[in-house]
Nanobody
Framework: QVQLQESGPGLVKPSQTLSLTCTVS??????????WSWIRQPPGKGLEWMGA???????YYSPSLKSRTSISRDTSKNQFSLQLSSVTPEDTAVYYC???????WGQGTQVTVSS
């Protein structure tokens, strides 16, 4: 069974860059035809898809966040990462990593943007 675990700072200052890593176990992020995504949920709001990285390394981004978002991977560690630049308090949310079109999600990590 594939398991995902998010990690990273829980508090980020405005204008800084939010960096999170998702560690995958039980399956390879390079396994054919799997895609790995980042999703967030601000308080009191719905889920927002942020972007994804494909098994072969292609990245996909939400148009609304594309200018501030970067997704990368470290295949040697079976991890993929999210960077969101120039954060504001509106970026406060629970951030999830997930394997696309499967029930395999991380438990989520709270990130608060505050000075």
């Amino acid at each position: 069974q594939v398991q995902l675990q998010e990690s990273g700072p829980g508090l980020v200052k405005p204008s800084q860059t939010l960096s999170l890593t998702c560690t995958v176990s039980g399956g390879s992020i390079t396994a054919s035809n799997y895609y790995w995504s980042w999703i967030r949920q601000p308080p009191g709001k719905g889920l927002e898809w942020m972007g994804a990285i494909a098994y072969e390394g292609t990245m996909y981004y939400s148009p609304s966040l594309k200018s501030r978002t970067s997704i990368s991977r470290d295949t040697s560690k079976n991890q993929f990462s999210l960077q969101l630049s120039s954060v504001t308090p509106e970026d406060t949310a629970v951030y999830y990593c997930a394997r696309v079109n499967t029930p395999d999600w991380g438990q989520g990590t709270q990130v608060t943007v505050s000075s």
